[in-house]
């Protein structure tokens, strides 16, 4: 099926009694495309990606998810197989304690013969650094090692898009760093269009597209070097710029010309090669 973009939304609405959590957003995500949702506690980030693999039914509006109509109810199979999402708390996801028999739970819903299931668990686990993991106990893993199972669960689905639902907000920095670089990695290797739901600053500086929610809306849709730069948009999200940025600004009011005619990098590294650019 063919379409020009992973996600399209137009003027999407969510009501839970009196309360707007998703107010007429409109919005597409590229194939391929990293894409990091801000927001603050409430703003309606997790309501509005919860639409994407139909964990949420449509209220108000228009929603395409890798070619799939979301409001037809015959294709809700193909399009929860087409998006997958890790939650903030891996043990929330898993089925059994296995983790090759948590793995295979997708393939096996969806049809697939015991030599396909095989084949889906082994090749997972071997793209988010488990090979070999298959008759482990879950509850015996690490942090970080327990999102990576996760998240092989749902590349054994082969889908189109992942959504993180702050994937990495419950886990120590070696399990944050082993979860990004998977993520990344897949990216990369398998041209995954990725949506993080995250408070992590860095995270969104390295996405490829991020846009901003406060109150249900979208205030800021761009790419991160303009959007995480913008400090009135990013305190009307009650969010702090990155690191770079907050390091910038100071080395700035020192005398030092990190910005030149541009704005400040919103990454490490791109602040470290403005820096040295600077002396």
Request: charged share 25%; net charge negative.
């Amino acid at each position: 099926m063919e379409t020009v973009c992973a996600v399209e939304l137009r003027n999407i609405t969510k009501r839970f009694g009196s309360v707007v959590a998703n107010d007429n957003i409109s919005l597409t995500i590229n194939y391929g495309e990293i894409l990091s949702l801000l927001g603050e506690n409430g703003s309606g980030k997790t309501t509005l990606a919860r639409h994407l693999d139909a964990l949420l039914p449509l209220q108000e509006g228009f929603l395409r998810v890798a070619g799939w109509d979301a409001s037809d109810p015959s294709h809700l199979w193909e399009l929860r197989r087409s998006c997958a999402m890790v939650f903030q708390n891996p043990e929330n996801q898993f089925v059994s304690s296995i983790v090759g028999e948590d793995v295979a739970f997708g393939p096996v819903n969806y049809g697939a013969s015991p030599e396909q299931c095989r084949e889906r668990v082994s090749g997972a686990l071997e793209q988010v650094g488990l090979p070999g993991y298959e008759g482990r106990d879950v509850y015996e893993l690490s942090g970080g090692q327990k999102q990576r199972a996760a998240i092989a669960g749902v590349l054994a689905l082969d889908p189109d898009v992942i959504v993180l639902d702050e994937a990495t907000s419950m886990l120590d920095p070696q399990g944050r760093d082993e979860v990004l670089s998977t993520i990344r990695r897949l990216h990369d290797e398998r041209a995954l269009t990725v949506v993080a739901i995250t408070h992590d600053m860095e995270l969104a500086a390295g996405a490829d597209h991020v846009i901003v929610l406060a109150d249900g809306r979208v205030i800021a849709d761009g790419a991160p070097g303009e959007v995480l730069g913008d400090e009135t948009v990013l305190s009307r999200a009650g969010l702090q710029p990155p690191l770079a940025v907050q390091v910038g600004r100071e080395l700035e009011r020192r005398g030092f010309d990190i910005a030149g005619r541009g704005k400040i990098p919103v990454t490490v590294d791109g602040l470290v090669g403005s820096l040295c650019g600077s002396m």
